[in-house]
């Protein structure tokens, strides 16, 4: 009754129970219903029961990592843990189950890492993961990371995908940066911002875009007008460097939307750009 009372507080207490109750069901479906890493304290017997492991990933999907490797292949498990923990997939061994791995990066794209080989070439699921974390695209396969489709859906929910992007478009890789928003400073771990491709395409800087007749400036100014998503203060600091580079070119942008197309056009023909201009 003592145990009982204590895994029903706080079912981690069973790490502290005798063996035997350890091996008691009843105790231990209390324990791991009130707090899901008590699995880990389970007797071997129990970590191989559906019904108390099923308990324990329903709180969470992490806890898979304590079941038995047999319930580890489990489809049902293994569904129940990944649709609540996407990054669970990593204990299933069921990785190149097509249903399950679409389960797991619908929950969290970066759960593509964990998937087989194949699957991490199959476009469905590539789809998926992107859709939610862009730069999840890092694990698909080399064939995917060149498919424009794939890389401009990424660009979608994550603007650090560029450097996916300019592989593929080199010529228009300032344009896309501007148009997904990449931030100036980008990441000071490992993602380049806004600052570093003008330094790397300097001339792109003044390049319209054919379809549309926009040049990046343009692009800025219209992401900080109409950017409500959280990040324009990070749009802001774009288009003041970008101003600092198009000083020219401002001249002739009115903010409100209405420009000199013709006389725009010409002056950014005109205005040539150089590292100098650069102020990051």
Known sequence: EVVMAAVSYEGGALRYASES??????VVMTAVSNNGSALSAASRSLRNDKEVVMAAVSLHGYYLCYAHY??????????????????????????????????????HGY???YASNSLKNDKEVV????????????YA??????DLEVVLASLETDPYAI????????????????????PWDGDSCCYEGLCHLVEQYPDQVYKFDVETGLCP????????????DGGSSQNLDALFNMIKICTELVKFYDFCGETNDEDFH?????????HANVVN
């Open 70 to 107: 047999s319930l580890r292949h489990d489809k049902e498990i293994v569904m129940a843990a990944v649709s609540s923990y996407g990054n669970a997939l990593q204990y299933a061994s069921l990785k190149n189950d097509k249903e399950v791995v679409m389960a797991a990066v619908s929950n």
């Open 127 to 138: 789809m998926g993961a992107i859709s939610n974390h862009g730069n999840a695209l890092r």
């Open 163 to 182: 450097t996916y992007a300019k592989k593929l478009v080199p010529n228009d890789t300032i344009y896309l940066a501007a148009k997904f928003g990449v």
């Open 217 to 228: 400036f343009m692009l800025v100014a219209s992401r900080q007008q109409n950017d409500n």
């Open 21 to 26: 109750l350890k091996n008691d069901k009843e």
């Open 141 to 146: 396969s080399d064939s995917l990371k060149e």
């Open 111 to 113: 759960a593509l890492e």
């Open 266 to 274: 010409v002056v950014a023909k005109k205005q040539k750009m150089s």
